[in-house]
């Protein structure tokens, strides 16, 4: 096999260097299906938001690295598309025992680049995980439809087909699950593919292209490119690449969205968020706050459906004690010790931009009830850590309530209503996800009917559908049409062709100039 010293073939071998502070190794490309150092003189330093130690440098991919790769899909995709769907699911099925067989390996480099705890890390591997389930039964999914004698002699029917050369642009927040949302449904419908990881956490993706590798995709079939804003133009712009799926920021996802559709791409922009929980007075007290603190501060607020503002209707309001109860006795530490519930934020701008928003609050007349930003972790001195903070008579016009912060900062609101509640829920412009708690049947159908988010959960605080379902984000969480897998990420990634075919004895009947009709 390709196993140089460091025992990982993405990372570059010139140095033969053990990863060190002063000698980080280099992360390549994979082209061709060929792990290759990028020609780049400019390289971008993966920290451990732990410690700040250099665990990698990535590069800025050269423009005509960039083109190599384009090429290497573009060239692998005609013979990818007519392997059989069988071979492409078995290869699938194949990718997925490797994955569980290094989850381990996986979730170890999700904490050291990312931070996330490592039991959040193994859930990080596990969703994508059943991304790749969900792929091998692709044969199904890509069924087409038919209608038979639809005129005299003559059948309709429609197949999905791949597109070509598809692309995925990642965030950082996780590292497994979104790559493993991207390719394996791209490749398995027939499509080749270009990969620009984070470049704030690009390993976990690497080890997963070895993998996939290692599981039979040939080479060109699945290429990453690493770099930052003119990779990502150039994937926007360039004519061979058909389709682009997005995960990250607005800022990001409204400028890619606009730029690859002005050239003609398919774009799923999946994007901020400000998720909600309104909780009712008679709801379960303790299932909900143990549910509200689990789904604020889990992976320190750093995920797109982690919930940012609780609105307590009614008598549920003095519960907001027992919420910051909970949220006191949570342990920040390093993502790697045993027992840690809240890791590192990926970067010190990260935690400045979250501090100011805590302080903004403060400032427009929301009170601080619980401060996590003096947080101290012994031994990690250097670490980005935000400890859990709430902030609560929240109001809409708030700058901390507007912005997403992505952070373990929870908003407490106050409704008199369920009607008042579920408006401030939808006068917000994000739309990924909403909850209630309640053990009334009445309210919670009431609030599934008017709410105006795409993730609705009913006493479940984190609703995200499973793969056989789509990621169903909306409003400004969401631009495009067709969603990440299930049904729609199958769609997203094949265009349909519809065949009338007619096949009859043919007696002549001259040349009829009219619209034919059905016969
Ligand atoms: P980000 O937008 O900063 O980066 C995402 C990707 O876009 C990266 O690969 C980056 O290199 C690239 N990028 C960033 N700025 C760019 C620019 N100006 N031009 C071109 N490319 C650019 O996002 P992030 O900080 O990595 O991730 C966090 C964000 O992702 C949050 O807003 C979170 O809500 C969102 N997110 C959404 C979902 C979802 O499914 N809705 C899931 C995960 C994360």
């Not at 010139?14 to 780049?40: C, E, K, M, W, Y």
Request: charged residues 20%.
């Amino acid at each position: 096999s390709q196993i140089p010293a460091l025992g990982i073939s993405h990372f570059s071998t010139a140095t033969d260097s053990i990863p060190s502070h002063r000698n980080p190794p280099r992360v390549r490309n994979l082209i061709g299906g060929q792990f290759l150092d990028s020609q780049a003189s400019k390289t971008i330093d993966v920290l451990n938001p732990a410690t700040q130690e250099v665990v990698s440098q990535v590069p800025l991919t050269t423009n005509e690295e960039f083109k190599a790769a384009v090429s290497a899909a573009k060239q692998a995709f005609p013979s990818w598309k007519n392997t059989p769907i069988t071979t492409r699911q078995r290869i699938m099925f194949k990718l997925q025992e490797l994955i569980r067989r290094d989850i381990d390996k996986l979730a170890m480099n999700i904490t050291t680049e990312q931070g996330k705890t490592l039991k959040d890390a193994h859930g990080d591997v596990f969703r994508g995980l059943e991304v790749v389930e969900h792929a091998c039964g692709m044969a199904t999914l890509q069924m087409g439809e038919y209608v038979s004698n639809v005129s005299n002699g003559i059948d309709t029917y429609s197949i999905r087909e791949p597109l070509g050369v598809c692309a995925g642009i990642c965030p950082f927040n996780f590292p497994a699950m979104i790559p493993l949302w991207m390719f394996p449904m791209a490749v398995t419908c027939g499509n080749t593919y270009v990969l620009k990881p984070s470049e704030k956490d690009p390993g976990a993706s690497m080890i997963l292209a070895e993998l996939a590798m290692e599981a039979g995709l040939p080479s060109g079939v699945l290429n990453i490119v690493h770099g930052t804003n003119d990779i990502v133009n150039n994937i926007c712009d360039d004519n061979d690449i058909k389709a682009v799926s997005f995960v990250g920021s607005n800022t990001a996802g409204m400028h890619i969205y606009a730029r690859a559709a002005a050239k003609g791409k398919r774009v799923q922009s999946n994007m901020g968020a400000k998720n909600h929980a309104i909780v009712m007075p008679d709801a379960s007290i303790d299932a909900t706050l143990n549910a509200l603190a689990a789904a604020g501060f889990g992976a320190a607020g750093q995920r797109c459906m982690a919930l940012s503002t609780v609105v307590f209707v009614g008598d549920s309001k003095p519960w907001e004690e027992g919420l910051v109860e909970r949220a006191k006795s949570l342990k920040v530490n390093a993502g790697s010790e045993p027992d840690t519930d809240l890791g590192p934020v990926i970067s010190k701008q990260a935690k400045d931009r979250i501090c100011r928003l805590i302080q903004t609050g403060v400032e427009s007349g929301a009170r601080l009830v619980l401060d996590g930003r003096n947080v101290v972790v012994p031994g990690y001195e250097h670490g980005n850590f935000v400890g859990p903070t709430i902030l609560s008579n929240v109001t809409s016009n708030m700058e901390c309530y507007e912005e997403e912060i992505f952070g373990p900062v929870l908003l407490c609101m106050q409704a008199d209503s369920l009607e008042e509640a579920i408006d401030i829920v939808n006068r917000n412009k994000y739309g990924n996800g909403a909850s209630i708690f309640t053990t009334s049947g009445v309210a919670a159908r009431k609030f599934q009917n008017e709410i105006e988010a795409g993730q609705v959960g009913i006493n479940v605080p984190i609703p995200v559908p499973l793969p056989f379902f789509s990621f169903t984000g909306s409003k400004a969480s969401f631009a495009g049409d067709l969603n990440f897998y299930g049904k729609a990420g199958m769609q997203f990634y094949t265009q349909i062709k519809t065949v009338t075919q007619q096949w009859k004895d043919l007696p002549s009947q001259g040349v009829s100039l009219a619209m034919p009709t059905s016969q």
